[in-house]
């Protein structure tokens, strides 16, 4: 059988680190995977003059699979983000991003499992109709949510659902106010949530959720919503279980998929060996799965579990006095 070749994007920042930590620790479980590095980001912009270079590009789509570290997208005018620009171009429509809690941590709750399941390409995201009048005085933008759009993301979450065994799966929306594109995501949303059967529906105002979600995070499993509301709500859930060092997050499009540290490129950190890598090794995880690979997933999640449960050699973050080598080192030693 030929190896899987993953496309690997180490980013800007502490990304090259964690990137390199991860990659050890996938070695390390006998995934056996080839790998073809690939620039964006600052790094990118610096060494060819465009965040997102074309060769970039092709090795996406000639492995299918990525794996990327956290990118900067210099702030101003004229840089699209570049996370925004890799899901359209690939149509990654999906945006799946787990929290689970692990014992040790700084976290509030105990007990986590969710996963928000986010509509990537449309919404307020779709960038349609952004103007500001010359004045400054009057700026517009248009959310688009299609028919078509809502039902795949619903029938995505539903289905992940049933393949994780998960119970139940609760649609997010703001139909009572925004009746026309908020209306038609949660009627389309009642419609596939009819066939299944088998998994208990539910639905929720997004402020309400929130609310919800704070009070009383354990109601829930699976979240399916749109764009903005599952930007805002994943990273709420990522707070959940001690923050976004902690929360990975999968972009899945009908044959690709890139899989991604949700959190920053920390610059004031970058190069001190001080950064967490857990983000980009739960990322590695969620690839694992998609990739069928799951007892390696399993593996290296437990191995994860023991080093942060038992506070050896954990980063600053999660109360430790170590670095990201060391906590690196310690996840290796588990497998």
Known sequence: MAKQTITV??????????????????????????????????????KHGELVPEETIKLIEKNKITLKGPLTTPVGEGFTSINVTLRKQFQ??????????????????????IITIRENTQGMYSGLGQTVTKDGAHAEAMSL????????IV??????????????VTAVHKANILKSTSGLFLKVAREVGERYPDIESSEMIVDNCCMQLVMNPEQFDVIVTTN????????????????????PGANIGQDCAIFEAVHGSAPDIAGKNLANPTSVILAAIQMLEYLDMGDKANNI??????????????????????GTTDFTDAVIERL
Request: hydrophobic content about 35%; overall charge negative; charged content about 30%.
């Open 228 to 247: 903005l509301f599952g930007d805002i709500l994943s990273d709420l859930c990522a707070g959940l279980v001690g923050g976004l060092g902690m929360a």
């Open 92 to 113: 990654l429509y999906a945006n799946v991003r787990p929290v689970l809690s692990f014992k040790g941590t700084k976290a509030r709750y105990e007990d986590i499992d």
């Open 145 to 152: 949510i299609t028919r078509e759009g809502a039902e795949r």
């Open 301 to 322: 999640r437990n191995a994860v579990k023991d080093v942060i449960e038992s506070g050896d050699r954990t980063t600053r973050d999660l109360g430790g006095e170590h």
């Open 155 to 168: 029938e995505f979450a539903y289905e992940t659902a049933r393949k994780e065994g998960r119970k139940k």
């Open 9 to 46: 994007i180490p980013g800007d920042g502490i990304g090259p680190s964690i990137i390199d930590a991860t990659l050890k620790v996938l070695d390390k479980a006998g995934c056996d995977f080839e790998y073809e590095f690939a620039d964006a980001g600052l790094t990118a912009l610096e």
